[in-house]
């Protein structure tokens, strides 16, 4: 069964930064895809960003583009997502989605029921 592993997560002061890796075997087989979403208590789920499994696609939420950047490394089966000057408003689960296809999770923000969810890190921004 595929598992799908977050790490990285914690508390950091506003303007700080994290890098979270999210690690899967299936991360370098044709076809997949890798998504980072994330959810903050009482709101609904939202996507941050998503990268093809060469990396030669990637997309990302408008509102987040410059802060947040996903990159991978398939020699490692593990795929990053560096945030910087963090905010306040950026605390909440993050969670990283692994999918077969790019279409409805990396541009619609929609993964299907076939994807696989980590159990998601807990990123706290606070001074």
């Known amino acids: 069964q595929l598992q799908v592993q977050e790490s990285g997560g914690g508390l950091v002061q506003p303007g700080g930064s994290l890098r979270l890796s999210c690690s899967a075997s299936?991360?370098?087989?044709?076809?997949?895809?890798v998504g980072w979403f994330r959810q903050a208590p009482g709101k609904g789920r939202e996507g941050i960003s998503c990268i093809s499994q060469s990396g030669n696609s990637i997309n990302y939420n408008e509102s987040l583009k410059g802060r947040f950047t996903v990159s991978r490394d398939n020699n490692k089966n593990t795929v990053y997502l560096q945030m910087n000057n963090l905010q306040h408003e950026d605390s909440g689960t993050y969670y990283c989605?692994?999918?077969?296809?790019?279409?409805?999770?990396?541009?619609?923000?929609?993964?299907?029921?076939?994807?696989?969810w980590g159990r998601g890190t807990q990123v706290t921004v606070s001074s």
């Open positions: 299936v991360i370098t087989r044709d076809g997949y895809a």
């Open positions: 989605v692994v999918e077969s296809g790019y279409q409805w999770m990396c541009v619609e923000w929609s993964p299907t029921p076939q994807a696989t």
